[in-house]
């Protein structure tokens, strides 16, 4: 398992090949999301919004009901590097759903006062 400090070495990496125009290499993408998603759940404590970033990861964030079951109610989804551009301020919030780069459902799918990190 990596260690904090490689997850945000990763980070680093990533948004370096990003702000290049490059992408990054599947490992860092995979570490940098991860990291991010574990912040948001550690700034957001909850289980009522399931934030999913196929395929590295998901997590449960955010107060209200908690869900248990099946497809959660409250929903985002996105891919890694809009993840990556959201929690690290490169996006923000009304853009990516301006541009359909994030899939949400529910009352509380809007995550925005959480970003960026």
Known sequence: ???PHNKSAAVTAALADL???RTPDRTT???AVRALLGELARRAPGRAVEVR????????CGAGP???R???PNLVEMGPVTWIRLATGRTSWPEA???DLVETSGIRSDISAYLPL
């Open 1 to 3: 398992m990596s260690s």
């Open 19 to 21: 702000d290049a125009g």
């Open 29 to 31: 993408l995979r570490d």
């Open 53 to 60: 970033v196929p395929p590295y990861g998901a997590v449960q």
């Open 66 to 68: 908690r869900h248990t």
């Open 70 to 72: 099946g497809t959660p």
């Open 97 to 99: 759903v301006a541009q």
